[in-house]
């Protein structure tokens, strides 16, 4: 097997832009690889006469100033590809082909990417392990029987065995910060706004965005400076200038002051997951950071909040799949309602049913205030305690998830500990802040864990250089052995 | 709030998903542990404070009415589980 693709995406870049590599040879290793490494089920489509073709013309005429010069790269299945099927993992999509492109991914094309294929995820991203998606589940190839995390888990299981240099996930809780952390990988969740929508199969609309799954930190910069900008067709678009955060990229983190929420040691939390953020502080400090005791007091009110906005949006946002315009229709029903329940119950799994359950009930009539308008309170209360906090600290450490990856099978029983994987990523979706998660070490196991750093609205470029700094002084290694092959 | 099999059927009519009546039970067990962790919002006092509306700190976006597109009836019809020349197919709505 090559040693190229075990390579970064920068690295890779370097090499296309020498002209030691062109992007046909490159598009024919992963096609290789991905060829050899059913077993872990992350790639879902393969569109391959597509990424030979587009990388054939790149070679005849190569454009070594943009950005992702020839370079083919898998995407989560939760983008719509013109031309090229996207199922959001659900037997709703199987045989769904949008007949147009998502703003991020178009993005990405612009820079010279090419589509090697689309990644598995949980169904309709609703998922902490990637079991719930209906084309199976995604193996973690740091260890057999293990979950890759979700639910842009079959884009993190393809980024750590070398499937893709690089790749882009969604993130409503966590779906990509908990996938990176549970396979040793950078997962970045930008500001929300900041990378368009438009044409990401929608989940919960207030608190979906689009971010970069990358080797490196460097990486990720590249990525995210790649697929971010205002974008019309999304009302919720940022209107802002384009930043270039690889060329601003700096290790220089001196003075910087970095808050550590004391309500992020949770009971039952592994003594690993504490030690290793002891161990993020002390390479802060020595690289000059001042580290600051904070409090967010409304932490533990986060998960129950974002249960109740997610599925509410959830529910409102999935009426749409109605067995009529698009996707699978049932054969049964003898009218038009039957139609759409019987559509609804065989077309959707069952975590999908079950949020959309619980967000018609805190939105019928009667319940309203109670449940969704209660929320929005609290929500309210959980975006102040970082709007006060963000006066004294310039960005906040704390752990990535509450575990390392854990077992196919363990918690699929019990949805509450399964939604308990996402307490450390959630507080930001639903404050609408930027965080990105770094690998920073092993457990006695030797699966990865990692550290998560929450930044100010649209302080992407700050959080890229702590973690950057953080990297470097880190020395993590994840060396994996192919298994699967 | 405890979640029964009632409350399951008239939930899922609401929802228009139809559930086999052999599930709606551990639905229904799942449903209620699921609200009664959400219900941990009730420990506080919310009186005073304003719901979260939009993240955002600027208003949505408005654009003028202005066609942008336009003869995409084919393309939109393509995925339709079930079309008759230019129309959607569905079940007889009435009689």
Known sequence: MSEIIKKNLSEIIDLIKKKEIKSEELANLYIDKVNKSKKLNSYITTCFEHTIQQSKEFDKKPNLNSLLPGVPLAVKDLFCTNGFKTTAGSKMLEN??????????????????ILLGKLNCDEYAMGSSNETSYFGNVINPIAKDTVPGGSSGGSASALAADLTPATIGTDTGGSIRQPASFTGTVGLKPTYGLCSRWGIVAFASSLDQAGPMTKSVKDCSIMLEAMAGFDNKDSTSIEKKKENYSKNLKTNIKGLKIGIPKEYRVENMPKEIDELWNKGKSILKDLGADIIDISLPHTKYALPTYYIVAPAEASSNLARYDGVKYGYRSSKGNDLIEMYENTRSEG??????????????VLSSGYYDAYYLKAQKVRQLIKKDFDENFGKVDAILTPSTPSSAFKIGEKTNDPISMYLNDIFTVPVNLAGLPAISVPAGLDKKGYPLGLQLIGKTLDEQNILNVAYAFEKNCNFKNELKNWWL | MSIDKDKIKHISKLARISIDSKKSDSLAKDLTSIFKFIEQLNELNTDKVEPLSSILNTPLRSREDQINDGKIRDKILENSPKKNEEFFVVPKVIE
Do not use: C, H, M
């Open chain 1, 96 to 113: 769904f082909i949008p007949q147009y492109e998502s703003t991020v991914t178009e993005n990405l094309w612009k820079e010279g990417a």
């Open chain 1, 348 to 361: 959707f799994g069952d975590e999908v049913k079950r949020r959309i359950l619980i967000g018609t009930y």
